[in-house]
């Protein structure tokens, strides 16, 4: 079986995530493929609290095209982040109905570490780009998602089914579905209760409903949200009875990121 790795939440983080990426082979010293047939899949938030989000984009959409010219495989998800810097460039600061926020949607995108940078340099393609990415994949038995939340199926009871709602949200022009959207994909901390496995608990419900043996997420840092001290965060956290594994290594909280392989 070829390799599979994942990584979520850079942040911004060019150079980190490059360096990553080098130490395991994936790419060369120059920051070109080198993975062969590998697969990689990156679960979201590239953009935001770091200082270069587009410039990541830019990578990713690099490194695609490079390692599916080799037999490889670079797959992108939908983070909350991209959805706020989305929403954001298309609403800019006017009032949502309903939301107490400041500035809009742009003041919430703000709030939440927008960087104006990423913002200056948004391109219609990397707009485009971003509405395309799915939010949920199913590979060689793991569930792929970005939040570790439950509300993904009130979009859908399947893969294709809430990837095709997530298609539907961004392409609306309704800010307040906007927001809902928003909200669904900035829950977090559904799964962290489910500790002994049993059939109605949250993480036995997304795996049975969308698939997959094991749920991997991003989104909650291992740093601020289970604990972990910055200087002992070197791999991903097992948890809910070893069937979730959180791999938010919280870069922006001064830990790293963590490139993880799953085979």
């Given at each position: ?114 960087r104006e940078k990423d913002l ?17 994949a199913v590979v060689d038995g ?90 002992d965060v070197t791999v991903a ?27």
């Amino acid at each position: 079986m070829t390799p599979l790795y994942v990584v979520a939440d850079i942040h911004g983080h060019r150079s980190e995530f490059r360096e990553c990426l080098r130490a395991v082979g994936l790419v060369d010293h120059t920051g070109h493929w080198s993975g062969g047939g590998a697969r990689l899949w990156l679960l979201g938030d590239y953009v935001d609290r770091g200082p270069d989000g587009i410039g990541v984009i830019n990578d990713i959409r690099r490194l695609a095209v490079s390692a599916a010219a080799v037999g490889g495989h670079v797959g992108a998800l939908l983070g909350n982040h991209e959805v706020q810097l989305l929403a954001a460039q298309r609403f800019g600061t006017r009032p949502v109905a309903g939301w107490d926020e400041p500035g809009g949607f742009r003041g919430g995108w703000a709030r939440f570490g927008g960087r104006e940078k990423d913002l200056r340099q948004l391109t219609p393609q990397h707009v485009e780009w971003m509405t395309r990415l799915p939010a949920v994949a199913v590979v060689d038995g793991f569930l792929l998602v970005h939040s570790d939340t439950t509300r993904y199926l009130e979009l859908g009871s399947g893969v294709a089914a809430v990837n095709a709602a997530v298609a539907t949200a961004l392409g609306s022009s309704d800010p307040s579905a906007w927001l809902d959207f928003c909200d669904r994909m900035s829950d977090r901390g559904a799964f962290r209760d489910a500790v002994q496995a049993n059939p109605d608990d949250p993480v036995s419900l997304m795996l049975r409903t969308l698939g997959g043996d094991v749920l991997v997420h991003g989104h909650s840092t291992l740093t601020k949200h289970f604990g972990v001290a910055p200087r002992d965060v070197t791999v991903a956290l097992r948890y809910a009875d070893d069937r979730v594994i959180a791999i938010d290594g919280g870069v922006h909280e001064g830990g790293r990121i963590l490139l993880t392989r799953l085979r």
